[in-house]
C-alpha cells in the first residue's frame, strides 16, 4: 500500500499474528515471518483452530510453509479482542471427536443426495478435482 | 581467436569435441566448417603463437597440452587484453531496442559458450553489456536467479546497481576472469552453454583469488577508482587469515568485504559513530557493520554514509585508512541469529555501491554478473536512501540528511539487544515515529504515509516503514511459553525476512503492476484515481493523472520488438522472455468476416440464422465503436505538450479509420432495409445512438437521413419502449447543426416515406414521441435558420419547400384531436414564431391550440 495506493501487499503482514484459511478447510494461526512472490507463507508458533459449531480446539503446529496456491484468504488478528470470543475452547481430542462426528453427518447428507439423484436418473457430480473445501 | 586467447589447452579440447581430426595438430581445430574463414584475413596464427611464445616465454609452446592453461591464459590475456575486448565486443551483432524485461536488468558473462568471432560484425561498445549481461539469452534461460533474493537476479538487486561504469572494462577482466576459473576448473562447463553460469555459484578455489589478485595488480591503468582500491587494501593488506581461509569460501568472501568498508568520504564520521555503540556478543575488532554478515541497521551507519556520498567522490577520498580490519570472520561467530544461509554472507560483498565491487577478492566470480548489473527495473522505488536492515547499501539515491538523520538517532539508542530486534527498532525510528512503539497509532501514520507526498508517487515508498502494531504482551496468550521475550517485549524472532529480501519482493510486485493499458487491466482504481484527480482540480477538464500518462507514454515508445540475433552463430539462436515467449504455433487471426459463418445449416432455422446472423453483424460494428471510444480515450490521456502531436497523430488516424469504417457499416450502402434490420433490435439503435456523435458531419446526416426516411417503421417498432427515444438526442444534435438545405432533406425524407395506412407521415409523426419530438426539433432549427440568416441568403427554392413542409405540418396539427399529439421530448417555444412568420394569420389561429403541445415545457 505504502508504494503504490491502490494494490495490497504481504509486505505489511509480516511479523503479525495471521489467521490463514486453506483452500482444504484448515484454519491456521501464525505468525509471519517470510513471503515470497507467490505468497508461499511462512507461518510461526502456528497453531491449527478446529472449528466445530460454536467451539474450538487448537493444535499447536510450530512452524508451517503453506503454497500460495492453497489459500484462500488470511487476515490479522485482532490481539486485544483475541480473549474475547464468542466461542468456547475445548481440549483437542474432544473437538476432534467433534469434528469426526460432524465430518460423519456431512457424508451421510452427501450419500443422500446422491441416492437421490441417482433415484431420479441423474447423474450425481463429482468433485474429484476439486477435493477442496473452497 | 578466442580459443587462443583462453588458453592452448582449450584447442586440444576442441579438438576432443570435434572428433575428426584429419591430421594431429593444432592447425586442424580451424577447420572451415566449423569455424569459417579465418584463413581469408591472412590471419597467420602460427606466427602469432610463436610471438606470444617469445613474450610469454619459452616452452610454452610445447606445454600446450600440458599445463592447465592458467599460467598462460593469464598472460597470455595479459597480451592479448586488447584483442580480447575487441573480439567479445564484435560478437553481438547489432543492438535492438530489446526486450523490455531484459532491457532493465544488466548483463552477465556467457563466456562458457563458444561463439565464433568474426571481425567485421558491427561494433558497439555497450554491445557488452548485452552480451554477457543477464539480458543475453542464455541467462534467461537460468532461471536460478529467480529462486532467491539473495543469488544473483535480474531484476537487479539494490546493491550492485551502483558500481561506476568504467564497466565495461571491468566487464572484460570479470569475465576473463570467470572464463578462466571455469576453463580451467572445470571443462565440461562451458559444454553447459546457458548453464554455465551456474559455474560461480560454485565456490571459487585457490586459483581463482591468485588469478584475480594478479589480474588486479596487471591493470592499474583501467580503473581508477578500483585502483585506489586496490592500493588502500594493499596498505591496510588483507588479513592473512582472509586469504588462507580458502577452504571457508563463504567467510573469505564475507571478510574482505568487511575489510574494506568506506574509503568514501564519512569514514571519519562514521568510526566515530561506531565507537558509542559497543556492541556485546560481538568482537570489538569486528567491523562494527557487520552482524553475521548482515549489516545491521545500528551499522548502517558506515554504509549508510558510504551510500550518502555520490559515487563520483569515492575515488578521491581514499585518505581514510581502513580501521575496520580486525578479524572480519569473528561478526559470524558466537551469534545467535538463528539458521542464517551462509552464502548469503557471501552475497553481501556484492552489495556494495561503489568501486568496491569488482575487486573483491573471492567475490569476484560471484560478483562478475552482479558487478554489470543495472539499476534494478524499477529503480525508483529503491532508491530511497533508507539503509534497510541487511541490506544498507540499498539503491543509491542520496539522501544524506535523512541518512545521518537515521544514523544519529541510531546511536542514541542504547538498546542492548541488538541482534534480531534492529530491525523493528529502525523500522520503527523514522524520522516520522520515532521511538514509539504503537498500536493503533500505525494506520494513522500508514494513511499518511500514503497520502504523503513523497516526491512523485511510488517513488520514495516508505514501505519497510510498515506498521508494526503489534502488542508485544499480547503475544503471550496464545503460545505461552514458546516466546523468549526481552524487557521491551519485542519479538526475538522478529525480522527473519530482511530488508533486502522484502524489497525484492516488491520490486517484483510492481513490475508486476505495469501494465499497457491501465484502464483495462486495472480499470476501477485508475478510474478512481481520476475522479480524485478531478475533485483535486476542480473542474478542469478531463481530470487527467499523471501516472496514468506516464505508462502509457513509456509503453507507446516501444517499437515491434524484435529478438536479439547473433551474427556468424551456427544456427539460428532464440531466445525468449516474459515479452517474447517462444513460438510454438503460428496461429492466424480469424479476420471478423468470417465469424458466423460456420453455422451449419441443418441445425438452424432460416430465420434464426439469419436473426443470428444479425445480431452477429450489430456486434460488429460495436466492437468498432468500443475501439474508437477507447482510442478516445488514450487520446484524452496524452499529456498536453510538444509530445501530444507525435503521440496523438497515429491515435487519431487510427481513429477516424475506425470512424469511417463504423460510418460505412451502419450506412449499409444506403440500403435502408439493412438499416432498418439493424434499429429494429435494441442493440442496433443503442450502436446507432453512440456512433452518431463520432461521426463527422457528412457521415451523420446521412445517418439521420435514415433515420427520417423509416421514421414510421421505426415508430411502429417502438411499441414497447423500446428506447427509440435514445436516439432522438443524438439526431436532435445533429439538426441543430444543420443548414435550411439538410432540413428540408430530413423533411421531404419524413414526408417521403411510403406509408401503409392513409394517414400521411407527419400525422403518424405526431402521434408518437420520437416522431413528433423530431419534427418539432426541425422546426426549431428551421427558426433558427430563419432567423439568423437574412432571407436573401436563403435559397428561394429551399425556403419554398420549407414552406410546404410547414404548412403541411399545421394542418395536419389543426385536424388532428389534440390528445392524440404526443409531447414531444424536447419543446421549443419559438415554434410558434415560426409559424407565425410562414403562416397566414387565420392558419395560426387554428392551429394555435394545437401548437400547445409543442410550445409548454414538458410537465414530467
Given at each position: 500500500m505504502n508504494y503504490l495506493p491502490g494494490t495490497a501487499s504481504l509486505i505489511e503482514e509480516i511479523d503479525k499474528k495471521l489467521l490463514v484459511v486453506l483452500r482444504d478447510g484448515r484454519t491456521l494461526i501464525g505468525i509471519l515471518r517470510s513471503i515470497d512472490q507467490f505468497a508461499n507463507l511462512v507461518l510461526h508458533r502456528t497453531i491449527e483452530r478446529i472449528h466445530v459449531g460454536k467451539k474450538y480446539g487448537d493444535i499447536p503446529r510450530g512452524i508451517f510453509i503453506v503454497r500460495?496456491?492453497?489459500?484462500v484468504l488470511l487476515g490479522e488478528v485482532d490481539i486485544e479482542n483475541?480473549?474475547?470470543?464468542?466461542l468456547e475452547e475445548v481440549p483437542i481430542d474432544d473437538i476432534l471427536e467433534m469434528q469426526r462426528e460432524e465430518q460423519i453427518v456431512r457424508q451421510a447428507e452427501e450419500e443422500r443426495k446422491k441416492k437421490a439423484l441417482i433415484d431420479r436418473g441423474m447423474q450425481p457430480t463429482t468433485n474429484e478435482y476439486t477435493d477442496d473445501m473452497y | 581467436m578466442i580459443i587462443k586467447a583462453l588458453g592452448p589447452r582449450v584447442s586440444s579440447y576442441a579438438n576432443e569435441l570435434l572428433e575428426?581430426?584429419?591430421?594431429?595438430?593444432?592447425?586442424?581445430?580451424?577447420?572451415?566448417?566449423?569455424?569459417?574463414?579465418?584463413?581469408q584475413e591472412d590471419y597467420d596464427w602460427e606466427q602469432q603463437t610463436e610471438k606470444f611464445a617469445e613474450v610469454l616465454g619459452t616452452g610454452h609452446k610445447h606445454e600446450s597440452h600440458n599445463d592447465s592453461g592458467f599460467n598462460t591464459a593469464e598472460k597470455t590475456y595479459r597480451s592479448q587484453e586488447e584483442y580480447m575486448e575487441h573480439s567479445i565486443s564484435q560478437l553481438m551483432v547489432d543492438e535492438d531496442d530489446g526486450d523490455p524485461a531484459i532491457l532493465r536488468s544488466r548483463p552477465i558473462p556467457r563466456v562458457g559458450a563458444r561463439v565464433k568471432v568474426k571481425p567485421q560484425a558491427i561494433l558497439k561498445p555497450h554491445d557488452l553489456d548485452s552480451l554477457?549481461?543477464?539480458?543475453?539469452p542464455p541467462s534467461l534461460l537460468d532461471a536460478e536467479h529467480l529462486?532467491?533474493?539473495?543469488?544473483?537476479?535480474?531484476?537487479?538487486?539494490?546493491?550492485?546497481?551502483?558500481?561506476?561504469?568504467p564497466t565495461h572494462f571491468d566487464n572484460i577482466q570479470a569475465i576473463f576472469d570467470f572464463a578462466k576459473s571455469a576453463n580451467s576448473s572445470d571443462?565440461?562447463?562451458?559444454?553447459?552453454?546457458?548453464?554455465?553460469?551456474?559455474?560461480?555459484?560454485v565456490l571459487p578455489k585457490a586459483q581463482t583469488l591468485e588469478e584475480i589478485e594478479s589480474s588486479m595488480l596487471q591493470k592499474p591503468r583501467v580503473l581508477t577508482a578500483e585502483e585506489l582500491e586496490r592500493q588502500l587494501r594493499g596498505e591496510s593488506s588483507l588479513p592473512p587469515s582472509a586469504l588462507s581461509s580458502v577452504q571457508n569460501g563463504h567467510r573469505v568472501s564475507m571478510a574482505q568485504y568487511n575489510v574494506?568498508?568506506?574509503?568514501?568520504?564519512g569514514s571519519p564520521q562514521s568510526r566515530a559513530m561506531v565507537?558509542?555503540?559497543?556492541?556485546?556478543?560481538?568482537?570489538?575488532?569486528?567491523?562494527?557493520?557487520v552482524v553475521n554478515g548482515h549489516r545491521s541497521p545500528v551499522f548502517g551507519g558506515p554504509s549508510a554514509m558510504r551510500m550518502s556520498?555520490?559515487?563520483?567522490i569515492a575515488p578521491g577520498t581514499?585518505?581514510?585508512?581502513?580501521?575496520?580490519?580486525?578479524?572480519?570472520?569473528?561478526?559470524?561467530?558466537?551469534?545467535?541469529?538463528?539458521?542464517?544461509?551462509?552464502?548469503r554472507n557471501s552475497s553481501?560483498?556484492?552489495?556494495?555501491?561503489?568501486?568496491v565491487t569488482p575487486s573483491h577478492g573471492l567475490s569476484q566470480p560471484i560478483g562478475i554478473p552482479l558487478a554489470m548489473?543495472?539499476?534494478?527495473?524499477?529503480g525508483s522505488p529503491f532508491s530511497?536512501?533508507?539503509?534497510?536492515?541487511?541490506?544498507?547499501?540499498?539503491?543509491?539515491?542520496?539522501?544524506?540528511s535523512p541518512q545521518q538523520h537515521r544514523m544519529v538517532f541510531h546511536s542514541s539508542l542504547n538498546d542492548t539487544?541488538?541482534?534480531?530486534n534492529n530491525s523493528n527498532k529502525y523500522q520503527q525510528s523514522s524520522p516520522h515515529m520515532k521511538g514509539q512503539y504503537f498500536n493503533n497509532n500505525n494506520k494513522e501514520k500508514f494513511t499518511g504515509r500514503g497520502d504523503h507526498p513523497s516526491g512523485g508517487g511510488h517513488r520514495e515508498h516508505r514501505y519497510y516503514r510498515y506498521p508494526y502494531n503489534q502488542k508485544h504482551e499480547a503475544r503471550t496468550e496464545h503460545s505461552p511459553g514458546l516466546q523468549k521475550r526481552d524487557s521491551k517485549g519485542?519479538?526475538?524472532?522478529?525480522?527473519?525476512?530482511t530488508q533486502r529480501d522484502k524489497e525484492w519482493i516488491i520490486k517484483i510486485q510492481l513490475l508486476q503492476l505495469q501494465t499497457d493499458n491501465p484502464l483495462v487491466d486495472d480499470f476501477y482504481y485508475t478510474a478512481w484515481c481520476l475522479r480524485k484527480k478531478a475533485r483535486e482540480q476542480g473542474v478542469d477538464g478531463e481530470g487527467r493523472d499523471p501516472r496514468l500518462v506516464i505508462p502509457a507514454l513509456a509503453r507507446m515508445e516501444h517499437k515491434a520488438y524484435k529478438p536479439a540475433q547473433f551474427e556468424g552463430s551456427l544456427g539460428r539462436l532464440t531466445t525468449s522472455s516474459v515479452h517474447n515467449p517462444r513460438q510454438i504455433i503460428d496461429l492466424l487471426a480469424k479476420s471478423?468476416?468470417?465469424?458466423?459463418?460456420?453455422?451449419?445449416?441443418?441445425?438452424?432455422g432460416k430465420e434464426l440464422r439469419k436473426s443470428r446472423q444479425l445480431l452477429m453483424d450489430i456486434e460488429k460494428g460495436y466492437n468498432i465503436l468500443l475501439i474508437i471510444e477507447d482510442l478516445e480515450t488514450k487520446i484524452l490521456a496524452?499529456?498536453?505538450?510538444?509530445a501530444y502531436v507525435f503521440y496523438a497523430k497515429p491515435l487519431l488516424e487510427e481513429r477516424s479509420n475506425y470512424v469511417d469504417l463504423l460510418f460505412h457499416y451502419l450506412l449499409c450502402d444506403g440500403n435502408s432495409a439493412a438499416f432498418m434490420q439493424y434499429m429494429n433490435v435494441r442493440k442496433g439503435r443503442s450502436l446507432t445512438r453512440r456512433a452518431l456523435p463520432l461521426l463527422d458531419k457528412v457521415q451523420s446526416v446521412g445517418i439521420v437521413s435514415l433515420v427520417c426516411k423509416n421514421l414510421q417503421q421505426l415508430m411502429r417498432k417502438?411499441?414497447?419502449?423500446?428506447?427509440?427515444?435514445?436516439?432522438f438526442e443524438p439526431c436532435a444534435k445533429v439538426i441543430e447543426t444543420c443548414n435550411l438545405a439538410t432540413v428540408v432533406m430530413f423533411a421531404e425524407d419524413i414526408q417521403q416515406e411510403?406509408?401503409?395506412?392513409?394517414?400521411?407521415p407527419i400525422a403518424l409523426a405526431l402521434q408518437n414521441k420520437f416522431g413528433s419530438s423530431i419534427l418539432c426539433t426541425l422546426l426549431h432549427r428551421g427558426e433558427k435558420i430563419y432567423s439568423s440568416t437574412?432571407?436573401?441568403?436563403?435559397d428561394s427554392s429551399l425556403q419554398n419547400e420549407w414552406c410546404e413542409f410547414v404548412h403541411d405540418f399545421a394542418s395536419i396539427v389543426a385536424t388532428?384531436?389534440?390528445?392524440?399529439i404526443a409531447s414531444p421530448l424536447q419543446t421549443h417555444p419559438d415554434i410558434m414564431e415560426h409559424l407565425g412568420r410562414l403562416l397566414n394569420k387565420r392558419l395560426l389561429a387554428v392551429v394555435e391550440d394545437n401548437l400547445d403541445v409543442f410550445i409548454q415545457p414538458r410537465q414530467s
Open positions: 500460495g496456491e492453497n489459500v483475541e480473549g474475547k470470543l464468542p | 575428426a581430426p584429419e591430421e594431429e595438430g593444432d592447425f586442424d581445430i580451424l577447420n572451415d566448417e566449423t569455424f569459417g574463414d579465418i584463413d554477457f549481461g543477464p539480458s543475453s529462486i532467491s533474493p539473495t543469488s544473483k537476479n535480474i531484476w537487479g538487486s539494490p546493491h550492485q546497481n551502483q558500481a561506476p561504469q571443462h565440461h562447463l562451458s559444454h553447459h552453454g546457458p548453464h554455465s553460469r551456474a559455474a560461480p555459484m574494506p568498508p568506506p574509503p568514501v568520504i565507537p558509542p555503540n559497543p556492541m556485546p556478543g560481538v568482537s570489538p575488532g569486528v567491523p562494527h557493520g556520498m555520490p559515487r563520483g581514499q585518505s581514510v585508512p581502513i580501521s575496520m580490519g580486525g578479524s572480519p570472520g569473528k561478526g559470524m561467530i558466537g551469534s545467535p541469529m538463528v539458521g542464517t544461509p551462509p552464502y553481501t560483498p556484492l552489495s556494495r555501491q561503489s568501486p548489473r543495472g539499476p534494478p527495473p524499477v530511497s536512501p533508507q539503509a534497510g536492515f541487511g541490506s544498507p547499501q540499498g539503491p543509491g539515491v542520496i539522501h544524506p539487544n541488538m541482534n534480531r519485542s519479538d526475538p524472532y522478529d525480522g527473519l525476512m471478423m468476416s468470417e465469424q458466423g459463418g460456420g453455422k451449419s445449416k441443418s441445425n438452424v496524452l499529456p498536453e505538450d510538444t417502438d411499441q414497447g419502449d423500446e428506447h427509440v427515444e435514445e436516439l411510403e406509408s401503409p395506412s392513409t394517414t400521411k437574412s432571407p436573401v441568403d436563403l388532428i384531436p389534440s390528445d392524440s
